[in-house]
C-alpha cells in the first residue's frame, strides 16, 4: 500500500545486465512535494534507477508505482502523460529557435497543438502571455529573441528546466542538473530549481553534495547498486559508510 503523501514508490527494483546486477532490491519512496536527490560514488547505480523510474530502461525484477498507478509496464511516453517528466525527455531545445520560440513549441505540445497551427489568434495569444512569464520567471527576458544555440551554458540548462515546466509535469526527474556548469550558474540553477519545486515533487541525480546540502530535503545514497543510507543531509553525512564511500571523494 502506498502512503498517500508519497507520490513514487518502487518495491524491490533490480536490474541485470547479462549476469552484472547494477541495481539490487532497491525501495525507494518519494515524498510528494519534496526534493529528493539520488547520491553515490560512480558506477553506484544512480543513472540505471533514474532510467528506470522514467522507463527508459525495464527493470529485471521490482515495482513502480506514480501517483497510486502501477507503472511498470509503461512506456515513458505514458508515464510523462501522467506528469512524471525527465527534464530533456520531451523538451530538448532546438538550438537555432528563439528563447520564446522553444517556449512557444513546448507550451503548444502541452496543448496539444503541435500540428495545428492554424488555431485561432486568441489561443496563440495566450500561450504567448505564458511563455513571457516562464522567461520571466528563469530571468531570460533579454534573451527572448536570441537563438537558444548563442545562449551560455547555464541558461541553456536554464531553457531546459523552463521548457520542461511548459508541460507542467507533477514531479520532475533531474539528471545531473549542475554538470558542468560554474559556480555563477550553479547558484542560479539552484534557484531556479527551489522555484520549480514549488507544488511539485522533484528527483534529481547530482554529484555536486553542496548542491544537495543546500537543496533536498531527503538524500538516498546508492553503492554498488544498493541504498545504503537515506536521511536529510546531516544525517547522510554523518553515517559511516556513506563516509566510506565518500572518503577522500568529497570535492569530486
Ligand atoms: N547497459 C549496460 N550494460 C552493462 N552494464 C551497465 C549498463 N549500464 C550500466 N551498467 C553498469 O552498471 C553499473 C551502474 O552504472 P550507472 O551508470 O547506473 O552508475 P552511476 O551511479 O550513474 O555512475 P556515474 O556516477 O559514473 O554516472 C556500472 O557498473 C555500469 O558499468
Redesign the pocket.
Known amino acids: 500500500m502506498t502512503a498517500p503523501d508519497t507520490i513514487l514508490q518502487a518495491q524491490g527494483l533490480t536490474?541485470e545486465?547479462?549476469g552484472?546486477l547494477?541495481?539490487k532490491d532497491v525501495n525507494l519512496s518519494v515524498k510528494r512535494g519534496s526534493i529528493h536527490a539520488l547520491i553515490?560514488?560512480?558506477?553506484?547505480?544512480?543513472?540505471?534507477?533514474?532510467?528506470l523510474l522514467t522507463k527508459f530502461?525495464t527493470p529485471s525484477s521490482g515495482t513502480i508505482r506514480f501517483d497510486g498507478v502501477d507503472v511498470t509496464r509503461e512506456q515513458p511516453a505514458a508515464v510523462a502523460r501522467r506528469g512524471l517528466v525527465r527534464s530533456f525527455q520531451i523538451s530538448a531545445t532546438f538550438p537555432h529557435l528563439t528563447v520564446l520560440e522553444n517556449i512557444r513549441v513546448a507550451l503548444q505540445r502541452r496543448a496539444g497543438l503541435a500540428t495545428q497551427f492554424w488555431r485561432s489568434d486568441k489561443v496563440l495569444r495566450q500561450l504567448d502571455a505564458r511563455a513571457r512569464e516562464l522567461i520571466a520567471d528563469f530571468k531570460l527576458d533579454i534573451y527572448t529573441d536570441t537563438p537558444a544555440v548563442d545562449l551560455s551554458y547555464g541558461r541553456k540548462r536554464a531553457l531546459e528546466i523552463a521548457t520542461t515546466l511548459a508541460l507542467d509535469p507533477t514531479m520532475l526527474l533531474l539528471d545531473?542538473p549542475m554538470a558542468g556548469m560554474g559556480h555563477e550558474d550553479i547558484d542560479r540553477v539552484v534557484e531556479l530549481i527551489r522555484k520549480a519545486a514549488v507544488g511539485r515533487t522533484i528527483l534529481m541525480?547530482e554529484?555536486n553534495l553542496s548542491v544537495v546540502s543546500n537543496l533536498c530535503d531527503t538524500i538516498t545514497v546508492?553503492q554498488?547498486?544498493e541504498i545504503i543510507a537515506e536521511g536529510d543531509y546531516a544525517t547522510v553525512s554523518e553515517n559511516p559508510r556513506v563516509r566510506e564511500a565518500y572518503m577522500g571523494m568529497e570535492e569530486a
Open positions: 536490474k545486465f547479462l552484472f547494477a541495481v553515490g560514488p560512480n558506477g553506484a547505480g544512480k543513472t540505471t534507477v533514474f532510467n530502461l545531473e541525480v554529484h546508492l554498488r547498486g
